[in-house]
């Protein structure tokens, strides 16, 4: 078959990306210097290869098979990534710079039984490791520790020991000598990757690769990196807090909505053993600004403290910073608040937080987000211990599933004056029908 080498291609070293003409620098990664002509084959025609058809199974003659797991040992790290480790399997934790991705990793690997654990970091030295092992007091017995940033060498350690798991900390940190781009380029990582995904599909090893967060909060790499992968778990939480969330993201042997709850010290991380009081941070009473939200992730509710502050701008253009809720969902309910609630904030600098940095992607958090607004706004405290409802752009807010036991746990930890779109009925609870943006307005008037 004939082949042609194609030349009208550019192609970047660094991050890969193809320009029709040589340019000094690449326009997608900034890169000077690393473009160079395609020398890559292409097929003047089309191959036919010949297959039997009787290996080509319908679905209804495929057997299904339960997914085999086994535990770390460590119950909230197991239950955020769908119950355990997947042999084979290729997991991605990531997270920002020194969130604890490492020490999280480590106390993974002291954890499993069953075999040797083989750890390669290419970011710490070998002694370094022993340290922080030595600082967590974990049993590292069974830990091999291999202290490297070639990448090949990694992969040949894991082909060969075939230990019972491997965790590559981390992916940015590893090079391959045949490509010429620095480590961390996008070639860089996802080549190292789709060797990694090979190696555990081959040798059933299960691998747990680290990887960096960048500012905007995308995982730094390629986007092919999050599909490569079989499972994202996301570490996060506030540098100045103790807490932890891990979220994954994706997962191809389990539901996503859920999560894992950590308090982190000098030694490592331990689970919360009750994620709603933590997150309360054990207050009570009511101040100016605060709400409370009932969050449903998987089996598990959480009360989250929603925080406002509401201040006279001092720019030209009124600042609007939000800390886990989407800022764009608060342009949304602010719009709603000035149109259907009569609290217009377009002159004033808008802050939203949530304690802990806990992310809320969950629609019911809407009234507890407006309802801290407008206490802000009006400087009273809200009548109500958890705000439970979807708000529309209509000023309506609606119920949520699951209701009931989202009162039942606000009930559990004390809070029982509940502001929700429902008559619902549960023991303990005080429970005001708020089916507008109006009437919990009004409440802070009256």
Avoid at 45 to 50: D, I, K, M, P, V
Avoid at 174 to 180: F, K, N, S, W, Y
Avoid at 197 to 210: D, F, N, Y
Wanted: aromatic share 4%; with cysteine.
């Amino acid at each position: 078959m004939s082949r042609t080498i194609d030349r009208s291609l550019y192609v970047c070293s660094t991050c890969d990306a193809q320009h029709p003409k040589w340019m000094g620098q690449c326009p997608t990664c900034g890169s000077w210097g690393t473009l160079a002509p395609s020398a890559t084959p292409r097929r003047a025609g089309t191959a036919h290869a010949r297959i039997d058809l009787k290996n080509i199974p319908t679905i209804g003659e495929i057997s299904v098979t339960t997914t085999p797991r086994w535990t770390t040992g460590m119950s909230e790290f197991d239950g955020a990534i769908g119950g355990g480790i997947v042999p084979g399997s290729l997991l991605l934790l990531a997270g920002e710079p020194g969130i604890g991705k490492s020490t999280l990793a480590l106390q993974v690997a002291a954890a499993v039984g069953g075999g040797e654990v083989l750890y390669v970091s290419g970011e710490e030295t070998a002694e370094q490791i022993r340290g922080r092992a030595e600082r967590l007091h974990a049993h590292t017995a069974r830990v091999r520790i291999f202290a490297t940033t070639d990448g090949n060498a990694a992969i040949a350690a894991i082909t060969q020991l075939k230990p019972r798991f491997a965790i590559v900390d981390s992916i940015q940190t590893l090079t391959l000598p045949e490509l010429p781009s620095d480590a961390g380029g996008v070639a860089q990582v996802r080549t190292i990757a789709s060797l990694l995904l090979s190696t555990a599909k081959t040798t059933g090893v299960p691998i747990l690769v680290t990887g960096h967060v960048t500012k905007d909060g995308s995982i730094a790499g390629p986007k092919t990196l999050e599909h490569l992968v079989d499972q994202v778990a996301v570490l996060e939480g506030e540098p100045t807090s103790d807490l932890r969330v891990l979220r994954t993201t994706k997962n191809r042997f389990g539901p996503t909505d859920v999560v894992g709850v950590f308090t982190m010290s000098d030694r490592g991380f331990t689970a919360c053993a009750d994620p709603s009081a933590a997150f309360l941070g054990g207050r009570t009473g009511t101040t100016a600004g605060r709400s409370v939200s009932a969050t449903v992730l998987g089996n598990r509710v959480l009360l989250v403290e929603v925080q406002a502050l509401v201040t006279r701008s001092a720019f030209g253009q009124p600042q609007r910073r939000s800390v886990g809720v989407d800022v764009n969902r608060l342009h949304l309910l602010l719009a709603v608040l000035a149109r259907h609630g009569k609290v217009n904030l377009s002159s004033s600098d808008v802050h939203v937080a949530t304690v802990g940095g806990f992310r809320t992607d969950d629609p019911a958090s809407d009234l507890a987000v407006v309802a801290a607004l407008a206490s802000a706004a009006a400087d009273r405290p809200l009548p109500f211990d958890v705000c439970i409802g979807e708000v529309g752009l209509d000023g309506s807010v609606r119920t949520t599933r699951t209701i009931e036991r989202r009162i039942q746990e606000a009930v559990r930890v004390g809070r029982t004056r509940i502001a929700a779109a429902s008559d619902v009925r549960v023991p303990g609870a005080v429970v005001s029908n708020i089916t507008s943006i109006g009437a919990l307005v009004a409440t802070l008037s009256s």
